[in-house]
């Protein structure tokens, strides 16, 4: 187990997993430590260490929902009267978001045996099982609109664009240094990967359903994707409060190189998204320019960033540029 000193651990420490169960691990009064401590593993959520991640515990699993609740039957005639261009934007945004979250799931189940405080294992866990109900959603939209011929070409579509393979791989690519460097500082980075995909980059990418269902297209599928956006932003909030405590904990992940860092990769993942999402909808999606989206996730990125205390990534973006969004994050059951 490493040692760690009054700053925390260093950027290059490695971390260990944590075992099934430790009867040597520190009581429950003892002052916790989220990575390279000694914990029983045990969930005692009477005295958890950690009690605003039990906060964030309870917000989740307060926001369940099931996927077939969802009014999916006008689907298939809203499909069919898209245009090209339209029908592209849906396909290619749902499944774009499926594969992201995908990722997200197995990154959060690979991540969290790495955190020594069991409040974030249940919490990860908690969100693993969020991301896993999303994708089933996305599933539910493709079968309900989707015609049946059409249905494994539009799922396996992304072998083919080469926008979606490439994205995908750098995701892949920049959170699997985890996986092969266990460091304290590959965590950091695939934490703050991880906030960026829940509040940043599939929330751009409903922008352009959003911007379908304003013209009354869609409906049923832009209600679905509210549900599903709630929940990312509150994971994406966990993460961020994660982030900011693993600062805390390990001072050397706070430096100005860190930082610096940080924002460079941060700014990079925005670009993608924004380049593919105007790839995909051509500029021809009414009400939704490329200049708005830009910015709109210049925007959300901007809020990470200030919660992780990092320098503000994109200056001079202090609002969002799309104010219609607000109207598709109201969640009514």
């Not at 050397?252 to 700014?267: C, D, F, M």
Request: proline share 4%; glycine share 4%; hydrophobic share 40%.
């Amino acid at each position: 187990m490493t040692e760690a000193g009054n700053q925390g651990l260093q950027k290059g420490n490695r971390l260990t997993r944590t075992t099934l169960f430790n009867a040597e691990g520190e009581k429950l009064s003892s002052k916790p430590r989220l990575v390279g401590g000694i914990s029983t593993r045990i969930l005692n959520f009477t005295m958890g260490g950690f009690p605003w991640a039990m906060d964030y515990y309870r917000k989740m699993t307060g926001n369940f929902f099931n996927p077939q609740q969802f009014n999916l039957t006008k689907e298939n005639k809203d499909y069919a009267s898209l245009s090209d261009v339209e029908r592209k934007v849906y396909e290619r945004t749902i499944l774009s978001s499926m594969i992201l979250e995908s990722i997200l799931q197995s990154n959060l189940h690979d991540i969290a045996p790495y955190f020594s405080s069991p409040d974030i294992a249940a919490v990860m866990a908690t969100m693993e099982y969020q991301l896993v109900e999303h994708c089933d959603t996305y599933s539910q939209i493709i079968n309900s609109a989707v015609p049946e011929s059409r249905r494994e070409s539009v799922s396996e579509s992304w072998r083919s664009v080469d926008q979606i393979k490439q994205k995908s791989a750098l995701y892949v690519e920049q959170l699997g240094k985890f996986q092969k460097d266990q460091q304290l500082w590959e965590m950091y980075r695939n934490l703050l990967i991880s906030a960026t995909i829940s509040g940043t980059t599939v929330p751009t990418e409903f922008t352009v359903i959003y911007a379908l269902a304003r013209h009354s297209k869609v409906v049923g599928t832009s209600n679905a994707l509210k549900f599903i956006q709630r929940d990312l932003f509150v994971q994406s909030e966990f993460l961020q409060s994660l982030i900011k405590a693993l600062v805390i904990e390990n001072q050397p992940l706070g430096t100005p190189e860190a930082k610096k860092e940080s924002v460079e990769l941060v700014r990079e993942l925005v670009k993608v998204e924004t380049d593919f999402i105007h790839y995909v909808s051509e500029a021809m999606i009414p009400g939704l320019s490329e200049v708005m989206i830009t910015r709109f996730s210049q925007s959300l990125c901007n809020r990470i960033s200030k919660t992780c205390a990092l320098d503000t990534i994109f200056p001079g973006i202090t609002m969002s540029p799309i104010p219609w969004f607000d109207t598709f994050t109201e969640v009514r059951k």
